[in-house]
């Protein structure tokens, strides 16, 4: 993978690299800043339990809680195996920890977390929390979240992320300490406020509008997918009727017996195969999930930049009509419709002294409108920079892990087709000895 | 490389078929696929024999499948059923189907015979077989009527399958050592107009048309290996019609999915629009998922269109043997009332008459024919079911085999790319 970029930032690139190949990655390891903490320390998640205690308004409620797992790489390479460091945490702290990145970091596309509840099930699949298939592919979503994040280059320096993967007690305080809270507010109010903006830099809009397409076709194909897995069920399933009445047939038969009851078996063995195909099938559509969130996570950081425009833009707009008063004031004309310039009209214009101190007024408000447009314009500048690095090294990462989901996707219907022509292959030779 | 003695062509007191070496048995083991190594095997008719694919098996067991009863060194009466035409006339519309025989029996006049026949054809034949050899098993027809709002009767799949169904049911009593002889059947063959007595014709409901029912004698207990046989067909029945369920269920899942397919792949094409690096791979997604849905609509059309009506067509032969049985079950009967009353008048001492004489020749004879084609009815059977399950079981793969090859023929693509970045970076 390509570094691209700023000095900065380094993009660390795979996070499939084992110690090994990344220690061998020199030129990342000599950046001080943006270093993947993935280089450091192995992560993992590595169970999931249940618990029950109380909650806020004093219930009883049961929760699961996962195991993160963390253990400094050099201690693996030396060739011992050290007890890792672990700690429990459960979703609620992990979404804690997202919205806490999500507000420090508003120009990154945040990793999303794996689905709060299981959506887009197909028939047979558990739509319960509890579930224990649910929970484990829930496993699974938080330990890639978390190398997602720990091989960020931004994100993986962060000190709440690294407490959080390290101090169990305490980190929940420690967040709400940051003051992101507040932060995250007006965020929010931000998100949801609609505003037109004037000059919107054309590659957000683009990158806009392909999170909106991306997140509807991905929904789409997971919904048809789901309703495909379960005709693909029934299919199956239904073969082993087959068995059933081979198997009763075979015993008023005398020399086709021997063939019937064992094609039979095979015919139940078909049947029973489904269930392994599907299994595999559910981590295909989990992929396509994570980057159906990703998209909104893409979409976020768009809008996060339409808002810094908007602001630069309400600041100029500000400057620009202050300028205007005080030229009007400078000069006398009335350019613009002023309720103050009306009634001065009507009611007789102002002293000397009184338009000298508006006109001073004006000039600090002027002066101070100034810094704001270069505050504002500083930041929108610096935003659109980091934002669109990320957005970069997120399209590359999006365009890797999508096609290497496709190769897995096609090798396993290969490999469902391979079992197919093995089975009804055992089947015909068993019809063959009728 | 015959495989047994010729069949005699008497019917009674015959050797069972299953005492002979079935003809396919001796090259069994060398037809199951996978055994690559044979490269020496040689068919009957000389032709080497290629086992290294299944799908070439599995051919070679259908060519052998015609060849099934008789050795193809004796068989001497060759009919086929082709070439359905439509026939628009202004009483009616019709299909005729063209017969062609090709023989070197005596019986006939010439040695080959092209003649067109429609279905009302078959089945005057059909009946006039029942009239005529009442001890026999007369093989079944496909369905005489179909709703006609229901089904296309001129659609090509219903009078293709139409078509199968007729050429089987001619084959099976050219194949058979008494009926193949049949006066009607000959002229069935062979005569330009068929000179039908319509009277005879009109009776419609298979089996109940003979003359020969003698009806109205108390109903006896049935010899030991005709109990078994009807005992047989009893448990035999049910098996059938849960099979034609299942397989009907699975026709109807299959279809289901198939929406579901041609639903799925174009999203991936909508999908590749807008993206660029991954249009390619998205766009082959696509395309792979459309072919495995053609393969499989072929396999749930071939299934409907060969292997429903196959099953079908034997629940119609279990009726028909589930009623010689009862026929001759009559006959029977008959037989030993017209012997208790002699026996009751032993002592007048008039000898046995010759109507008691008689009778036991008829029972005698049915149960030798009956036990005769009962035999047959089992090999036939169980090679029918051999033939209609392995071809199911090629379907499936032929299904499973074209669907692998999209998918793999995709992996480069896919991969493709990938070793072209990782050049560039």
Request: proline fraction near 4%; charged fraction near 30%; include cysteine.
């Amino acid at each position: 993978m390509a570094d691209s970029g700023s000095e900065d930032i380094a993009v660390i690139g795979n996070t499939d690299l084992t110690p090994s190949e990344s220690e061998n990655n020199l030129k990342n390891t000599m950046v001080e800043k943006g270093t993947s903490l993935l280089k450091k320390m192995e992560i993992s998640v590595a169970e999931a339990e249940k618990r029950t205690g109380k909650n806020a308004v004093n219930m009883q409620e049961t929760y699961t809680v996962y195991l993160i797992e963390t253990r400094p790489v050099d201690a693996a390479s030396e060739g011992n195996n050290p007890v890792p460091d672990s700690l429990w945490r459960r979703y609620s702290e992990f979404e804690l920890l997202r919205n806490y990145l999500l507000v420090t970091y508003p120009f990154v596309v945040v990793p999303p977390l794996p689905e709060k509840r299981a959506e887009f099930v197909w028939h047979k699949l558990s739509a319960d929390n509890m579930d224990p298939d649910f929970v484990e592919r829930r496993r699974v979503g938080l330990e890639n979240f978390l190398l997602r994040v720990a091989s960020h280059p931004a994100l993986s320096s962060d000190k709440i992320f690294y407490l959080f993967l390290t101090e169990e007690n305490g980190w929940k305080e420690t967040v709400f300490e940051t003051g992101f809270q507040a932060k995250a507010d007006s965020r929010l109010k931000a998100l949801h406020a609609t505003f037109r903006v004037k000059n919107p830099d054309k590659r957000f809009a683009e990158m806009k509008h392909y999170g909106d397409e991306l997140q509807a076709v991905i929904s789409q194909l997971l919904r048809v997918r789901a309703r495909a897995a379960d005709r693909l069920y029934g299919v199956y399933k239904v073969h082993g009727n087959y068995g059933r009445v081979f198997s009763e047939w075979s015993a008023i038969e005398k020399e086709m017996g021997d063939g019937l009851q064992s094609a039979g078996h095979h015919m139940d063995a078909y049947a029973a195969s489904v269930d392994d195909i599907l299994e595999e099938e559910e981590h295909y559509a989990d992929q396509l999930k994570e980057y159906l969130f990703y998209a909104d996570a893409l979409r976020t950081v768009c809008r996060k930049h339409e808002l810094t425009q908007y602001e630069l833009e309400m600041a100029v707009q500000d400057l620009t009509s202050k300028k205007q008063q005080r030229e009007e004031l400078a000069t006398g004309t009335i350019r613009t419709f002023s309720l103050k310039g009306m009634t001065s009209k009507l009611f007789g214009q102002e002293t000397p002294e009184q338009r000298e101190a508006k006109l001073k007024m004006l000039e600090t408000q002027i002066e101070e409108g100034e810094e704001l447009v270069k505050e504002r314009n500083s930041e929108c500048d610096e935003f659109v920079k980091s934002a669109w690095v990320d957005i970069e090294r997120f399209k590359e990462q999006k365009d890797h892990d999508l096609r290497e989901a496709l190769i897995s996707y096609a090798i396993m219907q290969i490999s469902m087709c391979k079992k197919g022509i093995q089975v009804w292959n055992n089947a015909k030779e068993c019809f063959n000895k009728m | 490389m015959s495989a047994g003695a010729p069949r005699s062509l008497a019917s009674s007191g015959q050797k069972s078929i299953q005492d002979m070496c079935h003809p396919l048995s001796a090259e069994e083991s060398a037809l199951s696929p996978g055994r690559a190594a044979d490269k020496d095997l040689i068919l009957p008719n000389g032709t080497p024999v290629d086992t290294s694919s299944p799908a070439s098996s599995s051919s070679l067991l259908n060519r052998l499948q015609l060849d099934d009863d008789l050795d193809g060194e004796t068989r001497d009466l060759f009919v086929t059923v082709d070439d359905p035409k439509k026939h628009v006339s202004t009483m009616e519309t019709y299909i005729t189907y063209r017969v062609c025989t090709k023989t070197s029996r005596t019986e006939f006049d010439l040695p080959e015979y092209l003649v067109r026949r429609r279905y009302q054809d078959f089945d005057w034949l059909r009946n006039k077989l029942e009239e005529s050899q009442p001890t026999h098993l007369i093989p079944p027809l496909p369905e005489k009527f179909v709703m006609k709002g229901v089904v296309d009767r001129f659609s090509e799949e219903f009078v293709e399958t139409r078509r199968k169904a007729l050429d089987k049911f001619l084959k099976r009593v050219a194949d058979h050592p008494v009926l193949s002889f049949n006066e009607h059947f000959n002229a069935f063959l062979s005569a330009k107009d068929l000179n039908k007595r319509q009277g005879l014709a009109l009776l419609t409901k298979m089996g109940e048309s003979v003359k020969f029912v003698t009806g109205g004698y108390k109903p006896r207990a049935r010899p030991a290996e005709f109990a078994a046989m009807g005992d047989y067909l009893d448990l035999f029945t049910p098996k059938l019609g849960t099979i034609d369920r299942i397989a009907q269920r699975i026709i109807k899942e299959q279809s289901e999915f198939l929406m579901e397919l041609r639903e799925y792949g174009p999203v991936y094409s909508s999908w590749s629009s807008f993206e660029e690096d991954l249009h390619d791979p998205l766009e082959g997604v696509s395309g792979c998922v459309s072919n495995c849905s053609s393969a499989l609509e072929e396999l749930t059309e071939d299934m409907s269109e060969d292997f429903l009506p196959v099953l079908r067509e034997y629940v119609l032969y279990i009726e028909s043997m589930k009623n010689v049985l009862k026929k001759r079950d009559q006959v029977q009967a008959e037989y030993e009332t017209k012997l208790e009353a002699v026996v009751f008048r032993e002592d007048k001492k008039t000898p046995v008459p010759t109507d008691v004489e008689k009778c036991q020749d008829r029972v005698e004879c049915f149960n030798a024919d009956l036990k005769a084609d009962w035999d047959r009815w089992e090999n036939n059977k169980r090679q029918d079911f051999r033939h209609l399950l392995t071809g199911m079981a090629d379907k499936n793969i032929q299904y499973y085999e074209k669907c692998l090859a999209a998918w793999e023929s995709l992996i480069p693509l896919l991969q493709d790319k990938q070793e072209a970045e990782g050049e560039t970076s």
